[in-house]
């Protein structure tokens, strides 16, 4: 496949960012969903109350009719926000999202409702999804009455059995009468499908919808998924962890990674040369051993970062094994190699070395030097003595590549930094990912081999 020069930024409009096909179905552009926390009490009183998580953080996409696309990202990437905000269901901050080239950003809860009509969610849980207390006739005919599209038990029980046996629940009339409790997890799943399908949609933004079904009939769900579509010309937007299932049911995937998408592409693009290193990673997750298990655990480096705290620069650089100078480098990371380094070591050095530090205090936003306080009665020079000792007994851990210079100051060590790039998306010809790796620019910079 030929590629583009490597650093070539988007030079067309963000939203093209996945394919070439006309799209405009749905067309997403700079969408934020933020949300406002309050801490504890504790932390309000600290001063720690506000904090904004950014679950959805200029993200930019476009989607044609009859398309699938895959939203993929660990739990709290914002896969759901993404999902509710183009649904209307989770007020955005700003951007636009419009949909048959109606804005949906700012819409008023009566034009919504007329318009969720067409746009209908399939949630993960079967069984929260269909109240226990109501037949499947009455769930399945529920929105039909909502929307007044039909009349008449007679009129809605017709709708109704012509959904169920879309859906594989035939003969209707021996579910029709039934209650939730009466069927098994797969059917319950197809029962929210009808539900969903009952209103003859033309988008379903499907959540995880067969993550809480047994293995067996995983399968059998999303054929009947893609059956539907189609059948019922449906788009859908399909949310998952699990990029194996992504691969089977999608053409083209959205990898997700705190709010912001970091690759997206063709399906076969994603897997067959994945551009960023988390997509790479995620890729490494699968095929697992254990079929039970659909969350990759095992990614390089750490834990997911706190979503009301995101790292600097590129959010995924504490976990990246490619990461450098520009990647937002900061005190944080210092501490984190600074546990995992003691994790590992006797309880004597490791105290030995503790006992040099004082507190590590992380800004709010990047800083061009931060001052590493030595511990009361240690000295900037004994500090910057045990930092130079560390870097020499691992001098390729990435967290190097961010430190410009380390100078002792009056019971402190100085520490300059590259300065923080945000990557963008670049267009990488089958894919586009937001990494500086393909930033032959940066990588000139700092001298980053191939
Ligand atoms: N109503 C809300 N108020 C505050 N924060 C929220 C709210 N809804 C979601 N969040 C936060 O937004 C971020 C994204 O959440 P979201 O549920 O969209 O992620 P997700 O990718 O769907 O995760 P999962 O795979 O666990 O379902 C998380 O940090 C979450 O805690
Ligand atoms: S920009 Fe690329 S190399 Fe840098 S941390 Fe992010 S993913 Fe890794
Ligand atoms: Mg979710």
Redesign the pocket.
Known sequence: MPTKPESEVMDRPAAEAAGTAARGFISVRNLKTYFEIRGSVLDRLTGRDAGTVKAVDDVSFELAQGEVLGLVGESGSGKSTLGRTLLGLAPATGGSATFQGREIVGMGERDLRALRAQMQMVFQDPHAALNPAMTIEQSVGHPLIIHKRAKGREEIRRHVAAALDRVGLSPPETYLDKYPNDLSGGQKQRAVIARAIVLDPVLLVADEPVSMLDMSVRSKILQLMIDLKDKLNLTYLYITHDLATAKFFCDRIAILYLGRIVEIGEASAIYEAPK???TRALLTAIPDPDPTRDIPRDLPRGEIPDAAKPPFG?A??PR?P???AP?GWEIRDLRDLLEARWAGMAEEAHQAERALLGTIEAPDAPEPTSRLSAAPGATGEALLALLERIRNDDPAEPFWTGVKAMRAGDGCVEIDWHPPER?ELLDLGAAHAA???HNAELRARYGKAG
């Open positions: 960023h290193p988390y590129c995924f650089h990246c490619m990461a450098f990647c990557p990494c500086h790796l």
